[in-house]
């Protein structure tokens, strides 16, 4: 792999950590800054732009088979209706589990991401590990993650880019007929949008 | 994107646009800790609270960015919120808030 200008090995900082709660822990005492008030800056960035955009995009793709063929056909477009979109996510392109397909996401480059539809990316995504052997051997890196798939099974692996993000779209799991599409919005965690995990019926 | 974070950004962005921008890879911030967000939360604060320009902010930025040279094994992005960190400090004593 060639090297990237982007440094994205996660190491451990905890001198600067240790400052910037210093800091925090300073204006606070002061009165000038509550904690909470930090809190709700964060949270407003987690919130906006946090996986449950994506949970809503995939939610929806079940409820309206109409919205699914869209998706599925121009992701950038379909998320649009929804309200979502930005840089991040101009060329959005959503891949559909199946009973005998199953997609993953990776960057073997570096960290590309569908932020506007997942937020951040976690840091597992960014590590070397993650980026080299999802390519290499995906099946035993899925099962590290607790994702045991059948044989047949076959496991597309799809590299991020500056130019295209992908998400995937999960299978609908059984036995969830009848929910509205805001508590099945809730079983869509981020990694089955990257494909590293699957929607359970009885989850979170 | 709804209302709430964006606009804020957004205003962040074009303020500190150019050497002092916000750490981005491939257009997504980035925040490769937690600290590194609660930074960039208590800038926005403190300046909302205070009443301070990014104008403002950002000259110190730039300051700090010129006077810490990057640490070695420092990522742009911990050099970039270290800096931050130095900057927010030196807005908050210039206006006698902090020691």
Known sequence: MTEHRHDHHPRPDSRLALRARALEALLAEKGLVAADAIDAVVELYERDVGPQNGAKVVARAWTDPGFRERLLEDGTKAIAELGFGGAEADNLVAVANTPTVHNVVVCTLCSCYPWPVLGLPPTWYKSPPYRARMVAEPRAVLREFGLELPDEVEIRVWDSSAEVRYLVVPMRPAGTDGLTEEVLSALVTRDCMIGTAVPQAGSP | ?99
């Open chain 2, 1 to 99: 994107m709804s209302a709430g974070a964006g606009p804020r950004l957004a205003e962040v962005d074009a303020a500190l646009a150019g050497r002092t921008a916000l750490p981005r890879d491939n257009g997504e911030l980035v925040f490769e800790e937690p600290w590194q967000g609660r930074a960039l939360g208590m800038g926005v604060v403190v300046l909302e609270r205070t009443g301070a320009s990014w104008g403002e902010f950002r000259r110190h930025l730039a300051a700090a960015i010129r006077q810490r040279p990057p640490e070695p094994g420092d990522s742009a992005a911990s050099a970039y919120y270290a800096a931050w960190l130095d900057a927010l400090e030196a807005l908050l004593a210039e206006r006698g808030l902090l020691p």
